[in-house]
C-alpha cells in the first residue's frame, strides 16, 4: 500500500459521494446529471461528433505516416502477446459485454424507431444493421486507439509511467507531476469506476434476467441481481489476484471460443443465407456511408433526437470508456509496432463486430417478422437484456445455447471486471505494470459495492449519466493527447531520418565495394588473359 498516490484517496472520495448520492437520492441524481447531459448534447453534439472523427483520421493517419513502422518498445523487442491473444485481450476489454447485450436489441429497436426510414420497411431494416455497425465499428476503436497508443508509447519507448498524465509531458512540462496531473488522473479513474459500475448492474440485470428466462423458480428481481452481483465479485476477486497472465488471459480466450461458438451455432441454425447477404451488404453500405453519417447533425433531416440518443450518446460513452479499454489495450501491446498496432485495433474489433451484428441482429429482425412483432414486444415489456435469450429460444437445442449464453456473459463480466481492477490498480501507483493485489481488490470492492447499492436504490442511470459526462473534459484531455504523441514522434522523425541516411550511407559504401570488386575482377582478368598470351 505504500505506493499509492493521491489520486487513490481523492478518487475513492468522490466514488464514495457518489455512491452515497445515487443511493440517498437517486431521482435528484438523474435530474441534475440528466439536465447537465441533456444541455452537452444539445449544445455540444457537433463536439462529439467532430472529435471521434478527429480521432479515426488521426489513427489512420499514423498507419500511413513514416512513424508507422516505430515499435512500442526498444527497437528490438518482440511482443509480448500472440495475434490471437492480442485479440481476445481487444474483444474482451474493448465492448464483448456489450456486444452480446446489444446485438440482438439494438438493431431492433432501430427497425422500429430508424432515424428517418419508414419503420419496419426494408429500408428501416437496412438503416438498423448499418448504423449498429457505425456505433460498434471503426469510431470507437480509433478513439481507444488513440489513448492505448499514447499510453503504450510513452511507457515502452520513453520508460514513461503507466498513467495519462505522464502523456502530456512533452505539452505540458512538468505540471503533469502537480495538481494539474492528479487532476487527469482523477477524471480518468472516475470515468472508469463508474463505467464498470454500471456495466456490473446492467451485466447482472441481464444474467439475472437468462436465469429467470430458463428456470422459472428464479426471479427476475434485484435481490436476484444483487445474489448475482456478490457471486461474481468472488469471481472476478479470485481472477485479480492470479494476474494478468493467467486469471485475465485465461478468461479472454474462453470469451472468445464461447462467442465463436455462439456465434457460429446461430449462424448455421438461423438464416445462413440471409445473414451473409445481411453481411456483405452492410458492409458496403457501412463504408460508402460513413462519411456522411461521420458529419451528420440531423440539422435539416428532422431526426435530432434519435441522433443524440444514440450517435452523440455512444460517441460519448466510447470516450469516457477509453481511459480503461485504452489502459488496458496499452498495457497488453508492448512490441508492436505503431502500424500493426493501429490496423489491429481498428480493422479486427470491427470486423468481428460486424459479423456479430449481422448474426444475431439481422436474425433478429428476421425472426421479428415471422413472429409477427413478438422479439420486440418482449424485448420493450421484459427488457432489452430479454432480446437475446428470446431470439435463442426459437431454435433448437434452446436451453444447451441459452445457458451458453449466461456463461458467456459471466465470463465477460469476469473478464471486463478483473480489467477495470487492474486498470484502478494502475493508475492509482503510479503506473505500476503489475499492481498490488491489495488495491485491486479494493477497487474490485468499490466496484461491485457502487453497483449493487445503485441498482438497489434505482441511481444507476444517474450514474451513467455521469460517467457521460465525464466525456467532455477527457476528449479536451484526447485532443491534448493527441497533440503531445505528435510532438514526441516529430523528434523520432529525426531519428528515422538518421536511419535512413545511415542506410543510405551503407547502400553507398556496399556500392562502392561492388564497383571495386568488379574492377579487381576485370583486372584479374586482364592478368591471366596476359599471361596466357605469354
Avoid: C
Avoid at 477527457?474 to 531519428?495: G, N, P
Amino acid at each position: 500500500m505504500r505506493k499509492l498516490t493521491p489520486v487513490f484517496y481523492i478518487s475513492f472520495s468522490i466514488a464514495l459521494l457518489f455512491i452515497i448520492w445515487g443511493a440517498v437520492a437517486p431521482k435528484n441524481t438523474e435530474k441534475v446529471l440528466g439536465s447537465i447531459q441533456s444541455f452537452i448534447s444539445e449544445n455540444l453534439g457537433w463536439f462529439y461528433l467532430l472529435s471521434a472523427t478527429a480521432f479515426v483520421i488521426f489513427a489512420i493517419y499514423l498507419v500511413f505516416s513514416p512513424y508507422g513502422k516505430i515499435k512500442l518498445g526498444k527497437p528490438d523487442e518482440k511482443p509480448e502477446y500472440s495475434y490471437f491473444t492480442w485479440f481476445a485481450f481487444l474483444f474482451t476489454a474493448g465492448m464483448g459485454i456489450g456486444l452480446v447485450f446489444w446485438g440482438v436489441a439494438e438493431p431492433l429497436y432501430h427497425y422500429y424507431g430508424p432515424p428517418v426510414q419508414e419503420p419496419e420497411s426494408s429500408a428501416a431494416a437496412a438503416a438498423a444493421l448499418q448504423y449498429s455497425f457505425f456505433h460498434w465499428g471503426i469510431h470507437p476503436w480509433a478513439i481507444y486507439s488513440v489513448v492505448a497508443l499514447s499510453l503504450a508509447y510513452f511507457k515502452f519507448r520513453h520508460d514513461s509511467p503507466g498513467v495519462l498524465s505522464a502523456v502530456l509531458r512533452p505539452i505540458l512540462g512538468d505540471r503533469v507531476d502537480g495538481p494539474l496531473g492528479t487532476l487527469v488522473n482523477v477524471i480518468v479513474v472516475f470515468a472508469t469506476i463508474f463505467g464498470v459500475a454500471t456495466s456490473l448492474g446492467f451485466g447482472a440485470a441481464q444474467v439475472t434476467g437468462g436465469l429467470s428466462f430458463t428456470f422459472d423458480f428464479i426471479p427476475n428481481n434485484i435481490g436476484t441481481q444483487l445474489i448475482v452481483i456478490a457471486f461474481i465479485t468472488v469471481l472476478y476477486l479470485i481472477s485479480a489476484g492470479t494476474g494478468l497472465n493467467k486469471g485475465i488471459r485465461i478468461l479472454s480466450m474462453t470469451n472468445v471460443y464461447l462467442a465463436i461458438g455462439l456465434m457460429l451455432f446461430l449462424l448455421i441454425v438461423g438464416p445462413t443465407v440471409y445473414i451473409l447477404d445481411v453481411f456483405t451488404t452492410t458492409i458496403g453500405h457501412y463504408l460508402q456511408n460513413l462519411p456522411s453519417m461521420s458529419f451528420s447533425t440531423a440539422t435539416f433531416s428532422g431526426d435530432r433526437g434519435w441522433l443524440e440518443s444514440w450517435t452523440i450518446f455512444y460517441w460519448s460513452w466510447w470516450i469516457a470508456w477509453s481511459p480503461f479499454v485504452g489502459t488496458f489495450i496499452a498495457r497488453v501491446s508492448r512490441g508492436r509496432t505503431i502500424r500493426e498496432f493501429v490496423v489491429g485495433v481498428l480493422a479486427v474489433p470491427t470486423l468481428f463486430g460486424a459479423l456479430w451484428f449481422s448474426v444475431f441482429g439481422g436474425t433478429g429482425i428476421s425472426i421479428d417478422n415471422a413472429l409477427g412483432g413478438k422479439l420486440y414486444e418482449v424485448m420493450t415489456t421484459l427488457g432489452d437484456e430479454i432480446a437475446l435469450f428470446t431470439l435463442l429460444d426459437q431454435f433448437p437445442l434452446a436451453p444447451a445455447m441459452i445457458t451458453l449464453a449466461i456463461l458467456l456473459i459471466v465470463s465477460f463480466f469476469v473478464t471486463s471486471a478483473d480489467s477495470a481492477t487492474f486498470v484502478l490498480g494502475m493508475q492509482t501507483t503510479n503506473g505500476s505494470l503489475n499492481p498490488p493485489i491489495s488495491v485491486k481488490m479494493i477497487w474490485g470492492l468499490i466496484q461491485s459495492s457502487a453497483a449493487a447499492v445503485l441498482l438497489y436504490f434505482g441511481g444507476l442511470a444517474g450514474l451513467e449519466t455521469a460517467m457521460i459526462i465525464a466525456a467532455l473534459p477527457f476528449t479536451v484531455i484526447m485532443y491534448l493527447m493527441v497533440f503531445s504523441i505528435l510532438k514526441a514522434l516529430r523528434s523520432e522523425k529525426a531519428i528515422l531520418q538518421t536511419d535512413k541516411a545511415v542506410i543510405q550511407a551503407e547502400r553507398n559504401r556496399l556500392k562502392q565495394e561492388r564497383e571495386q570488386l568488379k574492377k579487381e575482377k576485370e583486372r584479374l582478368k586482364k592478368q591471366v588473359k596476359d599471361l596466357r598470351d605469354h
